[in-house]
């Protein structure tokens, strides 16, 4: 089933950086995500190509395929029309950005096949 | 008012790539 939509994508919501700094969601920037994960012990920031997007299973889902770092390591996440993505240069991009704007008031870009979106991994497990 | 780790907005964690 797809991922519902979690609270903190809210306008106005009070996210916390890496080196303690707060921010609300609709002000963060690339460098915010970039800077974070630099001193972050766990997470590394990756980059996550958009390859495909079609209809999802479920009303109102879309399944988008990304490929993910310099592997090019395929993922796929079904989620709903309306989930705000973060795009590296652009901000918050979503499938369906009226709607993410009506529910959540975060203003948002469409997302198309080769944005690049942030990501992340974890930096080992060995 | 909650305050929410900035990873919490990334959807999802790749697969772990060797360095």
Redesign the interface.
Same mark, same amino acid.
């Given at each position: 089933s797809p991922?519902a939509l979690?609270? %903190? %994508?809210m306008r106005g919501?009070?996210?916390?950086?890496?080196d303690g700094e707060?921010k609300r969601?609709e002000d963060?920037k690339t460098e @915010?995500?970039i800077q974070?994960a630099e001193i972050?012990s766990e997470?590394k920031i @990756?980059s996550?190509t958009v390859e495909r997007i079609d209809t999802g299973q479920s009303p109102n889902a879309v399944l988008i395929q990304?490929s993910?770092?310099?592997?090019k390591?395929q993922?796929c996440?079904e989620?709903l029309v309306e989930?705000p %993505?973060?795009v590296f240069g652009q901000g918050w991009s979503s499938c369906c950005p009226d709607r993410t704007t009506q529910l959540f008031e975060l203003s948002c870009a469409k997302l198309c096949v080769g944005d690049v979106c942030?990501?992340?991994?974890?930096r080992?497990?060995r | 008012?909650?305050?929410?780790?900035?990873?919490?907005?990334?959807?999802?964690?790749?697969?772990?790539?060797s360095?």
């Open positions: 991922v979690p609270p %903190f %994508f919501s009070i996210i916390q950086l890496a707060l969601v963060l @915010d995500f974070s972050s997470l @990756d996550s990304f993910v770092g310099e592997l390591a993922v996440v989620v989930y %993505f973060f942030v990501s992340l991994t974890l080992s497990l | 008012v909650p305050v929410f780790p900035w990873h919490s907005l990334v959807p999802f964690l790749a697969p772990t790539q360095d």
